[in-house]
């Protein structure tokens, strides 16, 4: 079967009896061209099945308003909440997205990187793998001044735009408040420390008992994976320890939700035994019992950010390499869980 001419603005031209630059101006909505004709140029050009030559306009434009987006993950409600406020940005800027993910590998990271760049990319948001030892794969961006805005997992000292919370901060506040619940044996449960966002959490959940004069125990920490099986084996290390904790810190809402319920499933109370506080605010948090007292992450206002930062370089109204450091504000969100003294 022999396939359909693809329609071109010269079929919709010589129809209509308008020059090919009239129909072309239309179609990108162009308000030298009156709305009537506007309307006659589309509607035919729907009515014919007419596609946008979107790869002929960017070789010839040297731009093809497509921003690749480099995740960690997309089964996570932080994540989800990250692409939902990027798309917000780059929808209204008229930007499509190419979304990747690693699986937490950084081969396969770097090369999604290579496939964004061969795809002629304007911009790249990322965030970085587990894994991920270094930045020589997003040397190709810079080379070509491809703008990169970093989210989230970054490296803090490397040049380049980042948007993050401040988790050393957080990290501290959620240790803190186990220890105003009276917690003085405090597991933390976290995952690969290559990653800034758990050694600064690590960093402040060990300043928080330094401040109130209690010593940290390498016994009491934990670095596993996130998934259900991760955090199964994390809460068999807990109920296998001599001494119980009577506080755990644990840097993902979704693990703390598996290890609350393995806890429970052994006849550990929450939080009158163990008191929990989680990270995220996953909105598992919310329907488990008891509900888990976390920091909520802003993943919507990140999105935004990162993808305002990179839209206003495009536009030239900014440059991401004046930029260092954005932080957004997180808070501690306290519910039954943690408290051991009851609701303040």
Known sequence: MKAEKEITIYDIAKQLNVSPATVSRALNDSPTISIATRKRINALAEKLGYRHNTFASSLRLQKTHTIGVILHEL??????????????I????????????????????????????????DGVIASLSFDTEDLSHFKQFQNKNIPVVFFDRVFE?????????????????????????????IAHITSSLKRNVYA????????????????FNEKLLIIDGFKEEDATRSATRI??????????????????AVVMQALKDAGIRIPQDIAMVGFNNDSIGKVISPKLTTINYPGFEMGQVAART??????????????NTVIIKSELIVRESSLKKGEK
């Open 239 to 256: 109920l296998s320890m001599k001494n119980l904790p009577d506080g755990i810190f644990i840097t993902n809402d979704f693990c703390a």
């Open 75 to 88: 089964n996570s409600y932080f994540i989800t909440s990250v692409l939902a406020g990027i798309e917000k």
């Open 90 to 121: 780059t929808t209204e800027a008229r930007y499509n997205l190419i979304i990747v993910h690693s699986a937490e590998n950084p081969d396969l990271e770097a090369a999604n990187a290579r496939n964004l760049f061969h795809k002629r990319v």
């Open 157 to 185: 000292n490397s040049d380049g735009a980042k948007v993050i919370i401040n988790n050393y901060q957080a990290g501290y506040d959620a240790t803190a408040h186990l220890i105003q619940q009276g917690c003085k044996r």
């Open 200 to 215: 600064e959490r690590m960093r402040g959940y060990k300043q928080a008992l330094q401040d109130n004069h209690l010593k």
């Open 310 to 323: 990179l839209i206003n370089h495009l536009k030239g109204t900014w440059d991401v390499n004046l930029t």
